[in-house]
């Protein structure tokens, strides 16, 4: 039965794994899913959907998932619809008397939805049949910080009494599994059903950048595509897309945030799924679910919050299965960034905590990036073939372009020139000021010349904030720059 309504999907094959996730739904038994990104997680309770003699329940976080979801409900001829923000009465009504009357068998939402008593109310009259939270990991990621919905939705869907609850999740560690187990099951026995999270697909690298802005320029001129970047914040995302404008005015690029208008977000999203040569920027509030395959860079500009979260961001590359490239960058900045700033929670402390566990796996350039990775998961890997990291391939870089350069010119010149003039000695620009005050016959005039001034300028104001460089701002060497540090240094 489930193997013919499989083929009714178009699906040829059904993995055993996705079989036995299958079978433990129609057999009502609820679980924690956690399949890598690409896998099919979404068939494993699609396909039930059309087998089970209720309605199906799925929780999703993002309006964005909701849409992609429901289109690949249209392509598949499943019956489906969307509980969103703003419907009125009657369009609700009409859409659960629609599932009473047996024609739609999904019916998709966010947690903010299920917490109106209305909602629940209709919901209880369907009788589900089958409950799911599709990427879980956000229980845990997103309900402490910015999505108190979330804490709240264990208590919600336990008021509606469905047989079964499926949770769904591309990464998670014990923490994360921990949490989806107290928030969403609470007294429910849950199986967990675990894939190998490895994506032997993708290729993992980490350069270490002393100019964030050129790395990221230097990157996606060279970058197979589509891509895309992710930044940390709104702000990053939108000057990371007005950089890569400038330095590469033939290519089309966007940003992508929450911050967009439904328009602008669908407009964003519409061009990138269609795209084979697109660039986007973007914060995580892109790509949970949206089926993208044929992403083939990923690149994150900063450092994101956890294993977990790295894990999920990177798996949007190669969901086609192809050889997908995926890289790190990693500034000063990172190493001082605070994950917890402005609390002092037990909450802040965990996400501290979890950063500076990537953070120093980012760090190591002597140990496999897959192996690494997978163990921050709680995965410890045998030893076997990595399918591909600059680490295995004896190509990682242990420092920052030009850090050893920049460090054997200022001990050739210690306590001699202010930040201006370190900065058009080391760009080389033969400009008017450099001839009068006869800077272009130093020694080491030029020895970035092929950086643009402002990745020079970011250079060395990363060095200075991560003490490599002293300014000292009172005293006999007021204004003038000296080194402080070994090279070898960077990263403790």
Known sequence: MV????????????YPIQRFVIANTLEARSQIVVLPTGSGKSLCFQLPARLLAGATLVVVPLLALLEDQLERCRRL??????????????????????????????????????????????????????????????????????RPA????GQALAALHVPCLSAFTATAGPRILQAIRESLFRDRE????????DRPNLRYRVLPVLSRSRALAELAAGAARPALVFCRSRP??????????RRLPSEEVFFYHAGLSAAERRRVEGWFLGSAAGLLTATSAYGLGVDKPDIRTVVHAEVPYSVEAYLQESGRAGRDGRPAEVTLLVGSDDLRFDAGAGEDTE????????????LAKALQHGRCRRESLLEGLGLPRGQGACSGCDVCEGTARAEPEALGELAGFFRLHPRRFGLRQAAQILHGRPTHEVAVQELDGVRGFGLLYNWQREEVEEALESLLASGYLELPVRGLWKGRLSWRRRASDWGR
Request: with cysteine.
């Open 3 to 14: 193997e013919l309504a499989a083929g009714r999907f178009g699906v040829p094959y059904l």
């Open 77 to 146: 001829d499943l019956p489906a619809a969307a509980l969103r923000g703003g419907q009125g009465a009657e369009e609700r009504a009409r859409i659960f008397a629609r599932f009473q009357a047996g024609e739609l068998s999904l019916l998709y939402a966010t947690p903010e939805v299920l917490l109106q008593p209305g909602v629940r109310a209709g919901l209880r009259r369907l009788a589900l049949a089958h409950a799911v939270v599709d990427e879980a990991h956000c229980v845990a990621e997103w309900g402490p910080s910015f």
């Open 150 to 153: 979330y804490l709240r939705l």
């Open 190 to 197: 849950a199986e967990l059903v675990a894939g190998d999270p």
């Open 236 to 245: 990053a995302a939108e000057a990371a897309a007005r950089l890569l404008r």
């Open 347 to 358: 909450q802040a402390e965990v996400q501290r905590r979890r950063y500076r566990l990537l």
